[in-house]
């Protein structure tokens, strides 16, 4: 069976670890194994007891005490340790038959977009480890909501894909709190449809809205990164519920979609036949 990896990542609060749950809580339920990485030296509590916790090697707080680093830097040490005793690593990642993990990351997007901190990560994943992998991007709905806001999630969703270079699915989380149109409130029904014009919206169609609320000096630079925006083809969003078992299904399907799973295993045998039955 191969080894099958969705890395979770996205902005402090993005709803990253609630996700991580939920798509574990929907697994099981479908009956199929998989297990949390919590990549995350400073996390606290979990819903799910990790599998694999970076924590048992080292800690964000200890590394703060030992080294007086402040969180970032000492994040930045966290995982330098980690790439620095890969032994430890494969230890813990060998202990499984039926490999599909979903690695839970920490929200300091800096590790996905400015240094190469998170890709080598990935490439010793790949290469030394045999996985393939998967980046889920989370972005918050709330965020969502000013379109100068959505172009720098945009961008920031971005600059991780191209620095990590794996197959990349971008998600709007935290759907729920933007109410279902059902409920009759025309206001939250209108924010709704407002939001679904993210899902795959074409930005050059939104680059006037945010013009029409910056300085006219930053209109060719609106227009230059709606551009490479488009370029990129990186604007399209799947709604993410946590409350909602079709939605947290269907972002299911579409990491396993990416990751190919499944689509290396053998044929199954079919159920021994009674010959019998075909004979006269
Ligand atoms: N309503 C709602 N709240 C959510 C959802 N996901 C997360 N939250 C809330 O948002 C806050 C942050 O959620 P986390 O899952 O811890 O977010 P995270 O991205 O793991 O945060 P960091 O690891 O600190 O970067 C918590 O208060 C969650 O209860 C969601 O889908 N809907
Ligand atoms: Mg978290």
């Not at 920031?156 to 149109?181: F, Q, R, T, W, Y």
Request: glycine share 6%; net charge negative; with cysteine.
């Amino acid at each position: 069976m191969g080894r099958y990896a969705a890395m979770v990542s996205g902005p402090a609060g993005s709803g990253k670890s609630t996700f991580c749950t939920a798509l574990i809580t929907h697994a099981q339920s479908i009956g199929r194994n998989v297990h949390l990485f919590n990549l995350d030296p400073a996390a606290e509590r979990f819903e799910y007891e990790p599998s694999i916790d970076i924590k048992e090697l080292i800690t964000l707080e200890d590394v703060m005490e030992e080294m007086r680093l402040g969180p970032n830097g000492g994040l930045i040490y966290c995982f330098e340790y980690l790439l620095d005793n890969l032994d430890w690593l494969e230890d813990q990642l060998g202990q499984f038959d039926d490999d599909y993990i979903i690695i839970d990351c920490p929200g300091q997007i800096e590790l996905y977009t400015h240094f190469p901190i998170m890709s080598r990560l990935i490439s010793v994943l790949q290469q030394q480890f045999n996985f393939r992998i998967c980046a889920c991007y989370l972005l918050e709905s709330q965020f969502m909501d000013d379109k100068t806001k959505y172009f720098a999630g945009v961008l920031s969703a971005m600059s991780a894909m191209i620095n990590l270079e794996v197959p990349h699915l971008n998600l709007m989380s935290k759907m729920d709190l933007v109410a279902k149109g059902e409920t009759g409130d025309a206001i939250q029904t209108g924010r709704r449809r407002e939001m679904e014009r993210y899902f795959d919206p074409d930005p050059l169609l939104l680059v006037d809205e945010v013009n029409s609320k910056t300085n006219p000096r930053f209109h060719a630079l609106n227009q230059a990164v709606v551009q490479l925006i488009e370029d990129f083809s990186m604007v399209s969003f799947m709604p993410l519920d946590v409350t909602d078992e079709d939605s947290v299904g269907s972002v299911l399907s579409h990491i396993d979609n990416a990751l190919q799973y499944g689509e290396d295993e053998e044929p199954k045998e079919p159920k021994d036949m009674d010959m019998g039955d075909f004979e006269e």
